[in-house]
């Protein structure tokens, strides 16, 4: 019997140890893992802005160009580290996480929209509008998008953004009659959704916004800008424009084909309530005005 009871004993001893012993190769393995991270620090310095024809070069700070800023790190094409900014944020500008040494793909998108896009994957970042009336999810936007190797020591990461979006301008010379509440765009050629390894848009989207009006022009031309990611083709974006009373009623509408490119505005002005030369109504009406954007690549231009 006592030789039973040492053997158990034994036994049991030898469980015990065995026990530890994986516990402490499991401990190990963790903090292993932990010291393999490295502290990256991704920073926004500028936002890169041309005009001239893109001669001239020219920075403003981040937080003058967008009020919402999407830091993203992938890997392999998967998604392995996010971080969503708004403008007053102490760190805004400014991201810092925690990543194993190694290979990877940065992305750092600037916008102004009422919500942040989906960055799950980089070839897929859709805005969308987000308000039914007065506002839009398609703004102006920026981005940068590159390799990043991640490595023991590596210093600040610093990077300019660059424009991804399309500017179509609306100009109206005439005074907006006083049943007029807002203005619908609607618009189909261009895209709502940004492929940032390339920087353009791959997606054929219907867009739709809303701007509501009201008597405070005081005679003064009235301005509406759109905002579309243009497709590599270059193809054409066709918008047609209603302006419409307080019930949604279309009281005048015009239709606009665009040659859109990015970083460039294609302005259209004249007066949008009153036909032009009534012999010659397939005439543009020629009394448009020319403005100049010093901060876009440049401007093309027509009356209607």
């Known amino acids: 019997m006592r030789n039973m009871k040492d053997a158990t004993v034994f036994s049991?001893?030898?469980?015990?140890?065995?026990?530890?012993?994986?516990?402490?190769?499991?401990?190990?393995?963790?903090?292993?893992?932990?010291?393999?991270?490295?502290?990256?620090?991704?920073?926004?310095?500028?936002?890169?802005?041309?005009?001239?024809?893109?001669?001239?070069?020219?920075?403003?700070?981040?937080?003058?160009?967008?009020?919402?800023?999407?830091?993203?790190?992938?890997?392999?094409?998967?998604?392995?580290?996010?971080?969503?900014?708004?403008?007053?944020?102490?760190?805004?500008?400014?991201?810092?996480?925690?990543?194993?040494?190694?290979s990877y793909q940065v992305l750092i998108l600037g916008h102004s929209g009422a919500a942040n896009p989906s960055t799950t994957k980089a070839t897929q970042i859709k805005f969308s509008n987000?308000?039914?009336?007065?506002?839009?999810?398609?703004?102006?936007?920026?981005?940068?998008?590159?390799?990043?190797?991640?490595?023991?020591?590596?210093?600040?990461?610093?990077?300019?953004?660059?424009?991804?979006?399309?500017?179509?301008?609306?100009?109206v010379n005439d005074e907006i009659p006083s049943n007029v509440k807002r203005f619908y765009f609607y618009y189909t050629g261009g895209s709502g959704q940004l492929d940032a390894t390339t920087g353009y848009g791959n997606a054929?989207?219907?867009?739709?916004?809303?701007?509501?009006?009201?008597?405070?022009?005081?005679?003064?031309?009235?301005?509406?800008?759109?905002?579309?990611?243009?497709?590599?083709?270059?193809?054409?974006?066709?918008?047609?424009v209603e302006a419409q009373d307080a019930d949604g009623n279309a009281l005048c509408s015009r239709e606009f084909k665009a040659q859109m490119e990015r970083n460039f505005i294609t302005q259209y002005s004249g007066d949008f309530f009153t036909k032009g030369d009534p012999d010659n109504p397939d005439e543009p009406d020629e009394n448009g005005m020319i403005w100049v954007d010093t901060t876009w690549d440049g401007i093309d231009e027509y009356t209607y």
């Open 12 to 102: 049991l001893l030898l469980l015990m140890c065995l026990f530890c012993s994986c516990e402490k190769v499991i401990l190990e393995q963790e903090s292993s893992a932990s010291e393999d991270e490295v502290n990256v620090v991704l920073t926004v310095t500028d936002v890169e802005l041309y005009a001239n024809g893109g001669y001239t070069r020219g920075l403003t700070p981040v937080e003058k160009a967008c009020t919402r800023l999407c830091f993203a790190v992938y890997r392999d094409g998967t998604r392995v580290k996010y971080e969503n900014q708004k403008y007053g944020d102490s760190d805004y500008g400014t991201a810092s996480m925690k990543l194993e040494a190694g």
């Open 130 to 171: 987000q308000t039914a009336s007065g506002g839009s999810g398609y703004t102006d936007t920026f981005y940068y998008y590159a390799d990043l190797k991640v490595t023991n020591g590596m210093p600040t990461q610093e990077y300019v953004l660059e424009r991804a979006t399309a500017m179509f301008r609306l100009i």
């Open 204 to 240: 054929n989207s219907q867009q739709k916004v809303y701007i509501d009006v009201d008597d405070s022009s005081d005679g003064q031309p009235t301005e509406f800008e759109l905002y579309t990611f243009p497709h590599e083709n270059g193809q054409t974006v066709t918008f047609k």
